[in-house]
C-alpha cells in the first residue's frame, strides 16, 4: 500500500514538476529513436555463439561466404527471343559494373561457358557470344541449354520461360543500395520481360520496409482507436487528452531505451507500439475509472489522490505480474523475441508509471472535474454483469461442465498446431517476396539449400575415386528424397569433365578409375570453367569439399526431414576416413524451429510458476493464487487450440503469444480478486460479494478489456503476416480472458470456498445461497 500512498501524495501536491519531468525524459530518450538499426530477419537471429552460426562461419572460412543475389527473368512465351537474349547480355553487363558486385563473376546465359571436345582439344565458348539473331542460332543455342545440366533446369527452367541471373557481391556490401540498383534494373528493362530481385539481402530489406510501414501505421491507428473509445466509454473526449499524451510518452521512452541498451529494430518489435497501447490503456481505464468514482469526495487533486490510493496496488501488482511475463521470453535463444520481452518488460514499467504519475498531473492540471454521471446510466451493460455473476455463482457446474469441455477442445487444436519456420510466410500472400519464392520453387532450384562438408584425412584425399563415388552415392541418394531438386559438388566437375574428354558419350559420365585422372580433370576445369565456381566447392588442399543440396522446402519442418535422412545416411556410410559436418542457412531455420519449441515450452513453465507466486504473494492466499491464474491460464490454451483448428503455425510471432497474454490478462484476474477480497469484508455472501464486484469491477474490466481488443485489432494493417495473425489471436485471447474471469473466478470460489478476512481480522468462507436460477433484472 504504501508505494500507492506516496505516489497518491506527489500527484496531489506536485503535479507540475511530475509533468515537467516527464517532458524531459520524452526529449532525452526521443534522441534515440532516429538512431535505431534494423535486425536482418533473414540472416537469422541466433546469438554468434551459437554452434549453428559458428559451423557456417567455419564453412565461410574454408569455402568464402560465397555472397550471392539474383535476378530472375520471366517471359510468358519463351525467353528464347532475340530481343530478350540481348537483354539478358545488357543486363549482365549492367550488373557487372555495380560497385558491390565482384566484376565479371555474374553468372547468366550470358556469361555461362559451353565447353565440347575437338579434334584439336577442348573448345571453350560463352553461350551468348555473340547473342544469337537468326531463329535457327536461336533453336542452337535452346539445344545447348538443354544439353548441359549445369545450366537446364538451374539457370534456365524446364519451360523455358524463365532464367536467372546469379550476382556475387562484394564483402561489405551496401544492402540497401543493392536493394535499390537491382529494383532499378528490373525496372529499367522490365517489359515484356518480368523481372524480380531476390536474395536473403532483398528480403532483409523487404522485412525492414515493412517494419518502416507498421511503425507508421500500427501505433497511430492504435492510439486514435484508443482515444475514440476512451471518450466513449466515459463519455468525455476530455478524458482522452490525458491518456493519448501518455501512451505517445510511454512509447518513446520505450522504443528511444531501445536505442540506448542496443537493441535493433525487428519485426516483432515493430509491434510494440501498438501494444504499450493496448497496454496502457488497461492501466489507465483503471485509474480513470476510480477517479471518477471518487470525484464527488472533493476537488479533481483530492479526487485523484484517493483513486490513485485505492487502485495503485492491483495496478502496480499487474504491472509486476505483465513484467515477469514478458521477461520469461528471455528463456528463448531466438534473439528476437528476447529483446521483445525485455522491451516490452521495460515498456510496461513505464506505462505503469506514466497512468500513475503522468496521466493523474494531466487530469489535475485541467482543473475541472467530471460528473459521476459519466459512469452512470449504463443499464444494459450492469444486467449483463449481474447475469454473468449469478450464473458463475448459482450454475456453477455448468460453467465447470463448460470448462472442462473447452478444456478438451483446446487440447485437440494444441495437438494440431503446425511447429515451423518459414521466413517468407511474414509476407502477406499478395506480397512480391511471396511470387518470387514461388518462382523459385516451381522453376528453379528453391530458395534455401542445405550445405554438406565431407572432409578427407590426408592432403589430396579427394582425388581418390573411391571417395568420391561414396559421395556420389550421397548425392544420388539425397536427390531421390521429396523436396530435394539437385545437389552439386566436386563431383559434377569430374564427371562432367570425364564425359567432355570422351567425346561427350554420357557412358563417361562417371567418376574415373584412377587418381591421376582425377586429378587431370580437376586441372583441366580450373583452367576452361571459372576458378570461383571451383573454390566453392574444395578448399586449397583438395581436402575438404561442400554439397550444395538445392531444396524446395520452405518451412524448418521440411528442412529437418531432409535433414534427419541425410544425417543418418552419413552415419552408416561414411566413417572416419571421411568426415561430414553440415552447414548453410537452413540449419538456421531449423534451429529456430527447435529453439521456439524448447523456449515455448520452458516459457509456459516459468509463467504459470511464477506468476502464481506472485498472485499468492499479493493475496497472501495460495489459494486465491490459483484462481488467479486459472482464467489466463485457460484463456492462453484455448488461443494455442484456436492456432491448431485455424492452422496457424507457431513461429517468432506466435511464441511470445504467453507472454502477451499473461502481461495483458493477468490484469483482470488482479482487479477482480482485490475488489472481490474488499467486497468480502462487509458481504455476508458469495453472492453479495460477487454482484458489487462484477459491478463495479467488471465495468472497468470490460473497458479495459475493450480497449486491449481495439488496440489489437490494428494488427490487422500490419505488413507481417505473422504479426496480423497474433492480432487476431489476441483478440480472441481478450475476450477469453475476460469471460473467463467474470465466470470462472465465482464458480471456483462457489465449488471451493477460500478463506476471507473481515473487519476485524477474523476468517471466514463466504459461500454461495442457491436462488432461482433466472437472469437477474
Partial sequence: ?????????????????????????????????????????????????????????????????????????????????????????????????????????????????????????LDVRKHLSPPPESSDDIERLRQDVRHDPDIYDRLVSKDEKATLLIIRLQPGYNQRQLYRSLHAIADEYAGPERIYPFGHQVMNEEANLGILHD??????????????????????????????????????????????????????????????????SSYMIHVIYSYIEQSSKGNAAEAMAQGIRKVGPPILLAAVTSMVG?????????????????????????????????????IILQKKSVPPRSIKNMDVLDRFLAW????????????????LALLIVSGLGVSRIKIGYAPEEIFPENHPARTVVSLFINEFNGPYSINVMFSTTEVDGLKSPDVLRRIDDFQAFAESLSKVKHSTSIVNIVKKMNRILNEDD?????????????????????????????????????????????????????LEAIFDRLAEYCSTHFGEDVTVSFGGRSLIWMAMNDYIIRGKIMNIIMNTVLIWIICAVAFRSVRFGLVG?????????????????????????????????????????????????????????????????????????????????????????????????????????????????????????????IPFRRLREETLFLRPVSVEATRPD
Avoid at 82 to 97: F, G, H, P, Q, V
Avoid at 254 to 270: A, E, Q, W
Avoid at 335 to 351: K, M, N, S, W
Avoid at 642 to 667: F, K, P, Q
Fill in 215 to 280: 511503425a507508421r501505421v500500427l501505433g497511430p491507428a492504435a492510439l486514435l482507436l484508443m482515444a475514440v473509445g476512451i471518450s466513449i466509454f466515459f463519455r468525455s473526449p476530455r478524458l482522452a487528452i490525458g491518456p493519448v499524451l501518455m501512451v505517445t510518452m510511454s512509447i518513446v521512452w520505450t522504443i528511444g531505451f531501445m536505442h540506448y541498451i542496443r537493441f535493433p529494430m525487428s519485426v516483432l518489435s515493430s509491434s510494440i507500439p501498438a501494444m504499450l497501447i493496448a497496454i496502457g
Fill in 629 to 753: 491464474i486459472m482464467p489466463l491460464t485457460l484463456a492462453t490454451l484455448a488461443t494455442f487450440g484456436l492456432m491448431g483448428h485455424l492452422g496457424i503455425r507457431l513461429d517468432t510471432a506466435t511464441a511470445v503469444l504467453t507472454g502477451i497474454s499473461v502481461g495483458v490478462g493477468v490484469d483482470f484476474a488482479i482487479h477482480f480478486i482485490s475488489r472481490l477480497r474488499s467486497e468480502a469484508r462487509t458481504a455476508q455472501t458469495l453472492n453479495d460479494a460477487v454482484g458489487v464486484t462484477v459491478i463495479k469491477s467488471g465495468r472497468a474490466i470490460v473497458f479495459d478489456a475493450a480497449s486491449n481488443i481495439l488496440g489489437f485489432m490494428t494488427f490487422i494493417f500490419s505488413g507481417f503476416g505473422p504479426v496480423r495473425n497474433l492480432g487476431i489471436l489476441m483478440c480472441f485471447t481478450m475476450v477469453a480472458c475476460l469471460l473467463l474471469t467474470l465466470l470462472l473466478i465465482p464458480t471456483l470460489l462457489a465449488l471451493f470456498p
Fill in 388 to 403: 454473468i455473476g449469478h450464473v458463475g455463482v448459482n450454475h456453477r457446474y455448468r460453467v465447470a461442465i463448460a470448462g
Fill in 326 to 362: 514478458f521477461l520469461t521470453l528471455i528463456v528463448f535463444k531466438i534473439l528476437t523475441i528476447r529483446e521483445f520481452g525485455v522491451t516490452v518488460a521495460i515498456g510496461v514499467g513505464f506505462c505503469a508509471l506514466l497512468a500513475l504519475m503522468v496521466l493523474p498531473s494531466i
Fill in 506 to 558: 554420357p557412358a563417361h559420365d562417371k567418376v574415373p578409375e584412377s587418381r591421376e585422372m582425377v586429378a587431370q580433370l580437376l586441372l583441366l576445369h580450373s583452367m576452361t570453367q571459372d576458378p570461383v565456381q571451383f573454390e566453392n566447392l574444395v578448399d586449397y588442399d583438395i581436402q575438404r569439399c561442400k554439397v550444395a543440396i538445392a531444396t524446395t522446402a520452405i518451412d524448418s519442418m521440411q
Fill in 1 to 121: 500500500m504504501r508505494p500507492a500512498h506516496m505516489i497518491a501524495n506527489l500527484v496531489s501536491k506536485r503535479p507540475w514538476y511530475i509533468l515537467m519531468f516527464s517532458v524531459l525524459v520524452t526529449l532525452v530518450l526521443a534522441v534515440g529513436i532516429p538512431r535505431l538499426k534494423m535486425r536482418p530477419f533473414f540472416e537469422g537471429d541466433l546469438p554468434a555463439t551459437d554452434p549453428v552460426l559458428v559451423a557456417n562461419e567455419h564453412y565461410s572460412s574454408i569455402f568464402g561466404k560465397d555472397e550471392v543475389a539474383y535476378l530472375a527473368l520471366v517471359r510468358d512465351d519463351s525467353i528464347y527471343h532475340a530481343d530478350t537474349l540481348e537483354k539478358i547480355a545488357a543486363i549482365t553487363e549492367e550488373l557487372n559494373s555495380l560497385d558491390h558486385v565482384l566484376a565479371e563473376q555474374t553468372l547468366s546465359l550470358a556469361t555461362a561457358r559451353k565447353v565440347t571436345w575437338r579434334d584439336w582439344g
